[in-house]
């Protein structure tokens, strides 16, 4: 199955780290933190990868090439300008599949990708978001996420004051997207997923949840990033 990461932020909250290095390409344990995650993608035999690059892109291109060296295939396509997580996506529509993985270039989620792609199937749904029950609070992360008891997403809200009413699970960085959810962007301009191509999807009850019960880890603070390089460390 394709694999399309996201890998064109700024990296703002990690500022210095983030002055001379796109995200991704921020050590990690030894190496950037890109290529843990590629190589995890690797192991699981999934060697198709279009990368959607745009700050300091030029470093990623650089670094992974091809992706041969990893026994992966990579394409890029890197924005002049930003454009938003769903913006960056339809820009490589042209290279997409009739239904792909997307993830995300500075989070971890150590899981079966093919089940989420499987799940898009079996359910029948446009897209399917991992999430993750944090009953514990480890990731820091404030729960954003209702299901219904058919699996169907049907509150999603980044914004969230912590505790609000019926908010449950926290997305865990893996989507299963068919290509004709692009169909519902507007044709140029930044598009958000998560602020503007969610709620159309929760609106026609096409999203439906991967509950996991494995942690994901990102790197979005410095407190974060420690964390998750103990992990891989």
Same mark, same amino acid.
């Given at each position: 199955m394709q694999v399309v990461i996201l890998a064109g932020g700024l990296g703002t909250r990690l500022q210095p780290l983030t002055a001379q290095v796109p995200k991704p390409m921020v050590p990690v344990a030894g190496v950037p933190y890109l290529e843990h995650q590629l190589r995890l993608l690797a192991r699981q035999s999934l060697g198709e990868?279009?990368?959607?690059?745009?700050?300091?892109?030029?470093?990623?291109?650089?670094y992974f090439g091809d992706g041969r060296r990893l026994g992966l295939r990579i394409r890029y396509c890197r924005e002049a300008k930003p454009m938003g997580t769903g913006g960056a996506i339809r820009e490589a529509r042209g290279w997409l599949a009739e239904s792909?993985?997307?993830?995300?270039? /500075?989070?971890?989620l150590p899981i079966e990708y093919y089940e989420? $792609?499987?799940?898009?199937?079996?359910?029948?749904?446009?897209?399917?978001?991992?999430?993750?029950? /944090?009953?514990? $609070?480890?990731?820091n992360v404030r729960p954003n996420v209702a #299901?219904?008891?058919?699996?169907?997403?049907?509150?999603? /809200?980044?914004?969230?004051?912590?505790?609000?009413?019926?908010?449950?699970?926290?997305?865990a960085g893996v989507l299963a997207l @068919? @290509?004709?959810?692009l169909d519902l962007l507007p044709p140029a301009g930044?598009?958000?997923?998560?602020?503007?191509?969610?709620?159309?999807? #929760?609106?026609?009850?096409?999203?439906?949840?991967?509950?996991?019960?494995?942690?994901?880890y990102d790197m979005g603070t410095p407190e974060r990033l420690k964390a998750i390089e103990e992990y891989l460390a």
């Open positions: 990868i279009v990368m959607l690059t745009g700050y300091l892109g030029e470093q990623i291109e650089a792909f993985l997307v993830i995300y270039g /500075d989070s971890y989420v $792609g499987r799940s898009l199937a079996h359910a029948g749904a446009a897209a399917v978001m991992a999430v993750y029950h /944090d009953t514990l $609070g480890e990731t #299901v219904a008891e058919d699996g169907a997403v049907v509150r999603y /809200d980044k914004r969230a004051p912590a505790g609000a009413s019926g908010l449950e699970y926290i997305e @068919r @290509r004709t959810v930044a598009v958000s997923l998560e602020e503007e191509t969610f709620p159309m999807l #929760v609106e026609r009850r096409w999203l439906f949840a991967y509950p996991t019960g494995q942690r994901f």
